[in-house]
């Protein structure tokens, strides 16, 4: 009996089923021929939205933000910025503002001294690109501190002298030299009208107290 088919003639033979080791092999490889296709087709772009590479490193290295609250900072003609712990380290930021000083919010009381911090350039690691640093000393002195006659603001505390202009000078206390009369910032209100009836000089503030009730001082 011939066993050839003719050419009409199709098989009825059953198909047998592959294992299942061979169906998860073809179809791992169906899936990379596809992913291979698609990066190769012609004409099709693959866009990167990765964030991009940092750049390269700006004033220190330390810190998301240049002399952020809670960093430290050396001292000299250079401020750079520091571990805390580092033999370099001087003093430590209180806060941190866009702006100026004079417009932006004010530093905290125990400032000793303002950073002026500007950010350019493929370095500059945050928005804060342009502000101030409030700084306080890691050791004494401490001339932000009431009564010692220094740093950027005027407290309750403090003492001042005044001249025929109305401006006044902020002095220490402990200061026993010069004629000027002194005065001493003895409390800090909204309002002029709200200082003690024996004040004898209104000193500006800033903050949510601008106005400074100051007595003379008879000990000088």
Not at 30 to 47: D, H, M, S
Not at 52 to 71: E, I, N, R, T
Not at 116 to 126: C, I, K, L, N, Q
Request: charge should be neutral; charged fraction near 20%; glycine fraction near 10%.
């Amino acid at each position: 009996m011939d066993e050839r088919m003719s050419s009409g003639a199709r098989s009825r033979r059953p198909a047998t089923p592959l294992p299942a080791r061979v169906v998860l092999a073809v179809a791992a490889a169906v899936a990379a021929l596809l992913l291979t296709t698609a990066c190769e087709a012609p004409g099709r772009t693959v866009t990167d939205d990765r964030a991009p590479a940092p750049a390269s490193p700006g004033p220190s290295p330390y810190g998301v933000v240049f002399l952020g609250p809670g960093d430290c900072s050396s001292r000299g003609p250079v401020i750079r910025e520091v571990f805390c712990r580092s033999e370099k380290a001087a003093a430590t930021v209180l806060a941190r503002h866009l702006g100026t000083p004079s417009s932006g919010p004010p530093c905290p009381d125990a400032t000793d001294f303002v950073l002026h911090v500007s950010e350019t350039g493929t370095g500059a690691r945050s928005r804060l690109t342009t502000g101030y640093a409030c700084m306080r000393n890691l050791e004494p002195p401490h001339p932000g501190d009431p009564g010692q006659g220094g740093g950027p603001l005027t407290v309750v505390g403090d003492c001042v002298t005044a001249s025929r202009a109305g401006e006044v000078t902020e002095t220490a206390c402990a200061d026993t030299g010069g004629r000027a009369p002194r005065y001493r910032v003895e409390s800090a209100v909204e309002r002029r009208a709200q200082c003690p009836d024996d004040t004898d000089l209104f000193v500006s503030l800033r903050g949510e107290k601008p106005v400074g009730c100051a007595r003379r001082s008879t000990g000088w």
